[in-house]
C-alpha cells in the first residue's frame, strides 16, 4: 500500500532562534527541537541534556505521604510485605524493582504476579486469595494495577490485609479503598501522568529513600536508587508511554545503568540477544521485552520474574535461555496465526466493503493475538478484531488506526458483547460464539460510517526536507542528545528531494542497497523489504540516519522508510 507523505509544520522564526543561540546547533535539529515541542532555548538544552536533577518530588503524587508511611511501618516492625504486580513487562519490570529495593531497605518481602490463563489482569479476587494462600502478608504494595479493584482490595480489608496501590491506569468513578492510591491519573494535569507503572513504582521508592534519609535511617542513606533505573526504561518503553518529561530524564539513565547493569539477569538477556555497547530503545522494544513478555504469554511469568530477582549468573543464564524458547515458540505461534488470517482474509477482502475486519477461530492463543491484531492492521489498514475461541466462548484483542476510535466502535456493538474496555487505539473484548456473525456485521457497519471517506493509506510524517549535506556527523551527534526516540517522540524521519540512485543492488532478495547522490554530496542507503521500490528517474527519499558499524568501522548510513518518483 502506497504511503502520503505529510510534511510536519515547523515554526521557522523559532527554529532560527535556536540555530542562533544555541552552539553548534544544525539547522534540522534545530528545526526539530521546534517541533518537540520546545519554546526556548532553555527548553531545547534541557530536552537534549536530560538530567536526573530535574525529577520531581515524589510526595507531590496523590496519597504517597500515606503510602510511604505504611511501607515504612512495615519495615520497621519486620512485617511480612508482598508486591503485587502484572505479567507483562511493565508489570514484572516494577515487581522486581519494588522488591528489590525494599529487600535493600531491610524488608521481608515476597512477590506474586498473576497468571494470564488462570488470574488473568490486576488485582482480581480470585488472585488476591492465591496471593494470601501462598505468602500470607499483612502488606500488600500492587505496582502497575489495583486502582479500581474495589472488590479485591475490600476482601484483603475484610481479612485484615492492608493495600497500597501504585499504578497508572486510567481510574473508574469508584476507586478501591486502600491504605493509599498512588496514581498520578488521579491529579489533573500532573505532568506525573505519563509515568509507567515502573515510573510509579520508582517514585515510591523515591519517597521511601527520603523519609529514611530525613529521619537518620543508615540503610536508606546506603541505597543508590540510579542502579535500579534499568527495570524503569525497558519498562517504560515496551509499555507505549510517552517519552517525554520525566520518562525521558528515567529512560535515558536507565539505558546508562543498562550499559553496566549490576544485575544478573539483565545481563545474561543482552549477552543471548547479542547486546554491546550503547543501549537504544529498539533493544528494550524488540530484544529485551519481548523475551519478558513472552513469559507471560506462553510460559510462566514467574519465570521472568525469577530471571530478575536472581544474582547467580548461571541461574540467569538457564532462565534467560528458558525466556528465549518461550519467545521462540510465541514467534512460531504468532506466525502461525498470521498466515492463516491473511489467508482467509484475503479470500474475501474488498476494499470498498470491508472497512473493519473481526477473524476468530477455535483454540487460537490469546496470549498473541494483540500481536496478530497489530500485524493485520498494519497489512490492511482497517481496524482489527481477533478472536481466540475455546468453545462456545472467546476472547479477543483488537486493535486500530488513528482514524478510528476502536473502543467507540465496541460501545457500537456492545450488544454482541460480553465484555470490553480499552482505549482508543487498543481493546479486548469477550464474546460468546452465538452472537459472533452479528458481532463481525455491525463492528464493520460501525466502521463503514466512519472510513468509507476517509483517505486508508498509511500517513509518513516526515519531520524535515534536507539536503544531503546536512546528512553529516554533527546531525547524528545531535540526534543522540535528543533521544531516547519512543511514542510522542520518535525517531525522526528526515527526506531528501530530488537525488539520483547510484550502484544499486538486491541483497537476499529483497533488500535494497544503493548510493544517492545529488550533484555535491554521496551517502550510502539501504532499504529493507524494498527490493523493488526503487523507480526510474530522480526520486525522493523519506529515511532515519543512523551509524553502521562493520568490522569496527563505523559510517553514517541512510536507512530508507520510502521512496517515491520526484515530485518537487
Not at 541483497?507 to 550533484?519: I, P, S, V
Request: charge should be negative; charged fraction near 25%; glycine fraction near 8%.
Amino acid at each position: 500500500m502506497s504511503k502520503q507523505w505529510k510534511i510536519k509544520p515547523c515554526d521557522e522564526a523559532l527554529a532560527e532562534e535556536f540555530f542562533q543561540q544555541l552552539e553548534q546547533l544544525p539547522r534540522p535539529l534545530a528545526a526539530l527541537l521546534a517541533q518537540r515541542g520546545c519554546k526556548t532555548a532553555a527548553d531545547a538544552e534541557l530536552f537534549m541534556n536530560p538530567a536526573l536533577s530535574t525529577l520531581r518530588d515524589p510526595f507531590e503524587l496523590p496519597d504517597m505521604e500515606k503510602a510511604a508511611a505504611r511501607v515504612c511501618r512495615a519495615l520497621s516492625a519486620g512485617e511480612k510485605i508482598t508486591v503485587f504486580g502484572d505479567y507483562d513487562v511493565d508489570g514484572v519490570c516494577s515487581t522486581v524493582l519494588m522488591v528489590r529495593v525494599l529487600r535493600e531497605l531491610g524488608g521481608n518481602v515476597s512477590a506474586y504476579i498473576p497468571s494470564r490463563f488462570d488470574d488473568g489482569y490486576g488485582l482480581s479476587p480470585d488472585a488476591l486469595s492465591a496471593c494470601i494462600a501462598e505468602h500470607k502478608p499483612s502488606l500488600i504494595v500492587t505496582v502497575d494495577c489495583g486502582t479500581n479493584s474495589v472488590e479485591a482490595v475490600e476482601k484483603a480489608r475484610v481479612a485484615g490485609i492492608d493495600v497500597v496501590i501504585t499504578d497508572h491506569h486510567e481510574p473508574d468513578a469508584q476507586l478501591a479503598h486502600a491504605v493509599a492510591v498512588v496514581n498520578p491519573k488521579l491529579s489533573p494535569n500532573h505532568p506525573g501522568r505519563i509515568l509507567a507503572g515502573a515510573g510509579v513504582a520508582f517514585k515510591l521508592c523515591h519517597a521511601l529513600i527520603k523519609n529514611g534519609r530525613d529521619s537518620g535511617c543508615l540503610a536508606s542513606a546506603s541505597v543508590d536508587l540510579k542502579k535500579y533505573l534499568d527495570f524503569v526504561a525497558v519498562a517504560t518503553v515496551t509499555d507505549m508511554v510517552p517519552l517525554l518529561g520525566e520518562n525521558r530524564v528515567l529512560v535515558r539513565a536507565g539505558f546508562q545503568a543498562l550499559e553496566n547493569s549490576c544485575w544478573a539477569g539483565w545481563n545474561a538477556l543482552k549477552k543471548l540477544a547479542g547486546m554491546a555497547g550503547t543501549v537504544e530503545a529498539w533493544h528494550a522494544g524488540f530484544a529485551l521485552g519481548p523475551r519478558i513478555n513472552a513469559a507471560g504469554r506462553v510460559g510462566r511469568a514467574d519465570a521472568a520474574l525469577e530471571l530478575l530477582l536472581t544474582d547467580l549468573p548461571a541461574r540467569a543464564d538457564e532462565l534467560a535461555q528458558l525466556l528465549d524458547s518461550a519467545n521462540r515458540e510465541r514467534q512460531a505461534i504468532e506466525k502461525d496465526i498470521v498466515r492463516d488470517a491473511i489467508e482467509e482474509i484475503d479470500s474475501y477482502f474488498d476494499a470498498e466493503k470491508n472497512f473493519g475486519l473481526v477473524i476468530a477461530r477455535e483454540g487460537w492463543h490469546t496470549g498473541v493475538i494483540g500481536i496478530v491484531a497489530s500485524r493485520l492492521v498494519a497489512r490492511y489498514g482497517r481496524p482489527v478484531a481477533v478472536i481466540g475461541m475455546d468453545g462456545v466462548r472467546g476472547r479477543g484483542s483488537c486493535r486500530s488506526i488513528d482514524a478510528f476510535n476502536i473502543l467507540d466502535g465496541l460501545n457500537i456493538c456492545s450488544g454482541f458483547l460480553k465484555q470490553f474496555g480499552g482505549h482508543a487505539m487498543a481493546a479486548g473484548l469477550e464474546i460468546e460464539e452465538q452472537h459472533l456473525e452479528a458481532f463481525k456485521i455491525r463492528f464493520n457497519e460501525a466502521a463503514i460510517a466512519q472510513l468509507q471517506a476517509a483517505d486508508l493509506r498509511p500517513v509518513l510524517e516526515i519531520d524535515r526536507i534536507v539536503t544531503l549535506d546536512e546528512t553529516d556527523a554533527s546531525l547524528m551527534d545531535g540526534l543522540k542528545r535528543t533521544g531516547p526516540f519512543g511514542q510522542d517522540n520518535p525517531e525522526p524521519v528526515w527526506a531528501v528531494c530530488g537525488v539520483t540512485a547510484a550502484d544499486s543492488r538486491i541483497l537476499k532478495e529483497k533488500h535494497l542497497k544503493l548510493t544517492l547522490a545529488d550533484g555535491k554530496t554521496r551517502r550510502e542507503a539501504i532499504g529493507f523489504n524494498l527490493a523493488e521500490k526503487l523507480p526510474a528517474g530522480p526520486i525522493d527519499v523519506a529515511f532515519t540516519l543512523q551509524e553502521n558499524v562493520w568490522n569496527g568501522r563505523t559510517t553514517l548510513q541512510i536507512n530508507i522508510r520510502d521512496i517515491r518518483p520526484a515530485v518537487l
